[in-house]
């Protein structure tokens, strides 16, 4: 009989990545996990309803001998979080899950450090395909790069390897396509949520969106792009641009997204 190495995996925080992520390593059953929140809270309680792991409210209780201790803060914490960590093993390696902070604020450490950047949105309460999300790691130790490629592809089929520069890059990317584009969303309920029931009217949008979002699959961005700017259809412009006569601050990101829109496609042809 084949016996299965199990890992110990420290999970600091309690938020949609980390849940996600104990999810999916609790599935897994090669790993014993042990979660850590800074204060009690209903988070953490479902923690130790869900998964089949070691709750500490008490930092100093933390295992010393874990193999990975992954640091799922908001940036402002990574530092101080890792300053706390203490381990008794050299090989074990301390990790940010940040697609913006630099490896740096892992600190210099006798053990290795790395970065473990999933580009994907979490909620909570929302499935999540981990096999199609691409994890960026980064290390500064080729040994520890292998070793976290071999750890991420037991999660994921899109690994990649990238600097901070890159990795940073990619994070703006990703909070341009998800962040802004959720705030329109936002902002289109605003604009006809109040005549068709609050929330109601952005199931009539969801094909529009999906299409688009589609469709990248096949073309280029600049080439998906639709829409009056496009077009240069001003007199539907200034319909939109009266609409939001009252909505200030919308209003001048309408003719700014048009302006961008419109210079888009002229460097495309350029």
Known sequence: MTTISVQKVVILGCGNLAWHLAKNLNSQKKYSLFIYNHKPNEQLRQFKKSFNAKIYENFESIIVDSDYYFICVADRFIAKSAKRIS????????IHTSGSASIKELGERLCDTAVFYPLQTFSKND??????????????????VIRMKTFAKNISRNVLIMDYTLRLKMHLAAVLVNNFTNSLYVASMDVIGKHMGGKGHISLLLPLIKQ???????????????????????????KHLTLLSKQSEMKKIYKQMSKLIVKQQENKHA
């Open 127 to 144: 499935d999540l395909n981990w096999a199609e999300t691409p994890i960026i790691i980064e290390s500064s130790k080729e040994s520890t």
């Open 212 to 238: 688009t979002v589609d469709k990248l699959d096949k073309l280029d961005p600049h080439e998906a792009q639709t829409g009056p700017a496009k077009r240069g259809d001003k007199h539907v412009m200034k």
């Open 87 to 94: 381990t008794r093993k050299s090989e074990a390696v301390i």
